[in-house]
């Protein structure tokens, strides 16, 4: 540098000038014209081994530059397929505890034989509400951090993001005491409460204290899962969910029926091989976040407990939390109304349950990709990206739900023998049953992509109100007037019943959210011009 005189420069400046190259020399390598050289390292924006700081500026996450048709397909297929194969263990475990017989004879009150397959059908459907507010603490939980911690990284916050996911560990923890207390405490309560007695209730009470004790699996699954999908790592996520489903699918017929020499447990030996399955996926979760997650650090010691970060969490995750839960309140309260209009009734909800998540999960993983896709660019401010991947994802979801609409329509009588429980009942009563409720499906797919759009861009609330309209404030009143008045047949039309008001409220929350948020996002092509 050449020496600047007294005359031309202030004395502060000077000083200044001084100092800066001082400290700059000391940092960085100097080159011959003794000015600083920015490392390799600062040039590409590669990371290193070391956390990165707010000072650095990491390279632009994938989900803010890939063409988006590619980036919706590279980051949902993986989760539509990994949802799939989690659809198996509660599928797998009822085509297996459908073929469980006993010497013991049951009638129900109109004098048809019923099959301990059908009652032990029924046992998982009775525990499935608490199965569901399990899965409502770890998905709600998850999405909350994953709309947060992605929003963070597209805001180049590393500090943020790191603490965030350490914020999702804890939080699943805690998640697990509750369902703990209710293994323990309520499991009997909870069957019996929806009016089971007899095989059901036992069944259903050994099934759901065992999934209840052992939830911390589940629940340490779901979080790692959704910190590798977070940063755009969809394809790593679905590795420990398909282990978790293969490793259910050994494992049940073997505890199941007692083969290779281990005792025959029934409805038990389905739990157990659900839980060992989930075991296994949680741990290998956790070694692909450690070992594979470039863009999170894990540490416990850097950990921080903030009230701020749980408030931003729950303020997405608590609607999704709660969005779940009400799944839970129909589930208990549609078992209770059919077991009054017929014993086999709650098999065939049962099994429409099972069968419809082969078609729904991939829409469910189609909207948990869109979740972090949109939030990454709203944190960005890149509206555009965000209006073609919610188009994108329209198109798609249309397509998967028309496949199961027809399938519903046209074959349920074969869908239905996959569960072979030797009951003549459950086709004469399940075949009308899903011809109804799969017309509910022309209307789902909408509303469940869009609840998808509402979390990602932080109005959580919108998706929890849609969910209490169609599950509590009209599934449940309209089943249980139509079951009143025109008994079991007419009940199941309370599905595409509540699916309309779902669609209704939905669309109003649309265009309140695109004027209110998506069209005040700055246009990148406004932006180019005013430049």
């Not at 590279?74 to 297996?96: E, G, K, R, T």
């Not at 589930?331 to 419809?356: C, E, S």
């Not at 949109?374 to 739900?401: D, H, P, Q, W």
Request: glycine share 8%; aromatic share 8%; hydrophobic share 50%.
């Amino acid at each position: 540098m050449g020496k600047a005189t007294k005359k031309n420069t202030k004395s502060n400046t000077k000083k200044s000038t001084k100092q800066t190259t001082k400290n700059s020399a000391k940092k960085q390598p100097v080159d011959n014209a003794n000015k600083p050289v920015a490392s390799a390292k600062n040039q590409t924006g590669t990371s290193t081994n070391k956390p990165k700081t707010n000072d650095q500026k990491p390279t632009e996450n994938k989900m803010g530059v890939l063409p988006e048709n590619k980036l919706l397909i590279s980051m949902a297929v993986p989760l539509m397929i990994s949802n799939l194969v989690q659809a198996l263990y509660n599928v797998v475990d009822s085509i297996f505890v459908s073929r469980i017989t006993t010497n013991e004879i049951v009638y129900d009150a109109g004098g048809n034989l019923i099959s301990a397959g059908t009652d032990a059908i029924s046992a998982l459907g009775l525990a499935f509400p608490i199965q569901i507010i399990i899965i409502a603490l770890g998905i709600g939980t998850s999405v909350g951090v994953s709309s947060l911690l992605s929003r963070a990284l597209g805001e180049k916050k590393q500090k943020l993001a790191n603490n965030v996911a350490m914020h999702g560990i804890f939080l699943m923890i805690l998640s697990y005491l509750v369902s703990l207390a209710i293994g323990i405490f309520f499991a009997h309560e909870v069957i019996a409460g929806q009016g089971a007695v007899g095989r059901k209730l036992e069944y259903g009470t050994t099934y759901l204290r065992i999934v209840c004790c052992c939830s911390i699996a589940v629940y340490m699954e779901i979080m790692m899962e959704r910190l590798l999908q977070s940063t755009g790592r969809t394809s790593l996520s679905m590795i420990p969910q398909i282990t978790g489903a293969v490793i259910n699918l050994i494992m049940d017929p073997i505890l199941i029926f007692g083969l290779l020499g281990l005792p025959k447990m029934g409805v038990a030996g389905a739990a157990l091989a659900t839980v060992f399955g989930q075991i296994i996926a949680s741990i290998l979760g956790l070694y692909l976040n450690v070992k594979k997650n470039k863009d999170l650090t894990l540490s416990i010691r850097e950990f921080k407990l903030s009230a701020k970060v749980l408030k931003r969490i729950y303020a997405v995750g608590a609607p999704a939390i709660l969005m779940q839960a009400v799944g839970s309140v129909m589930n208990f309260g549609m078992n209770a109304i059919l077991l009054g209009l017929h014993a086999g009734a709650v098999a065939v909800f049962t099994v429409y349950y099972k069968l419809q998540s082969f078609f729904f999960m991939p829409l469910f993983g189609l909207s948990s990709a869109l979740v972090p896709i949109v939030a990454y660019n709203y944190g960005a401010g890149k509206r555009e990206r965000i209006v073609k991947t919610y188009k994108l994802s329209m198109i798609y979801s249309f397509c998967m739900i028309f496949i199961g609409f027809l399938m519903f329509e046209l074959i349920p009588d074969k869908l239905l023998m996959i569960f072979n429980t030797g009951d003549s009942t459950l086709i004469s009563l399940g075949v009308p049953a899903l011809k109804i409720i799969g017309v509910h499906y022309l209307f789902a797919w909408y509303c469940i992509i869009t609840g998808g759009l509402f979390q990602a861009l932080g109005n959580g609330v919108y998706s929890l109100i849609n969910s209490l309209m169609r599950q509590l404030v009209v599934l449940l009143p309209a089943a249980f007037i139509l079951g009143k008045f025109g008994g079991l047949p007419l009940v199941w039309w309370s599905f595409p019943i509540a699916e309309v008001s779902s669609l209704t409220v939905t669309l109003i929350f649309f265009f309140k959210i695109k004027r209110e948020i998506i069209d005040r996002i700055p246009s990148e092509k406004d932006s180019a011009v005013s430049a």
